[in-house]
């Protein structure tokens, strides 16, 4: 089963701050944590409660999770910044498409060439 058909449930799901069940609503990192659990990849909570308040070395930081990657693949993390600030994570589906949630719209298809923001970087799980 590929990536997109595998996390196909979660759009639309509502957005709730510090979110982290598909029933209950998510935020962009709960869906991170969400999608890496499908993946097999149990990334602590602690990683985003002790980071976040810092957020420019949230994913840069911690090697032992990830590491930054030039080309972006399904799976990868991509991150977004304000004055170089990690604000908002999604998840890629391909070179040009992502799943993240917004306050907005909830969780949703975003696309690398029409988000406003600043893209920070993209981000690999280590296996």
């Known amino acids: 089963m590929d990536l997109e058909s595998s996390i196909r449930d979660l759009v639309g799901t509502k957005y709730k701050a510090h ?16 999608i890496g659990k499908r993946l097999g990849i149990e990334l602590p909570e602690s990683l985003y409660l002790a980071r976040w308040d810092k ?6 930081d911690n090697k032992q999770w990830f590491i930054r990657v030039e080309k972006p693949q399904a ?21 040009y498409r992502f799943i993240h949630a917004t306050d907005t719209a909830g969780v949703c298809l975003g696309r690398v060439d029409s988000t406003p923001q600043t893209i920070e970087g993209y981000y690999r799980w280590k296996s």
């Open 75 to 95: 799976g990868d993390l991509i991150t977004f910044s304000i004055n170089k600030y990690v604000v908002h994570v999604g998840v890629m589906l391909d070179h």
């Open 55 to 60: 957020r420019h070395g949230l994913f840069e």
């Open 19 to 34: 979110g982290r069940t598909k029933q209950e609503g998510l935020d962009c990192y709960g869906l991170v944590l969400l």
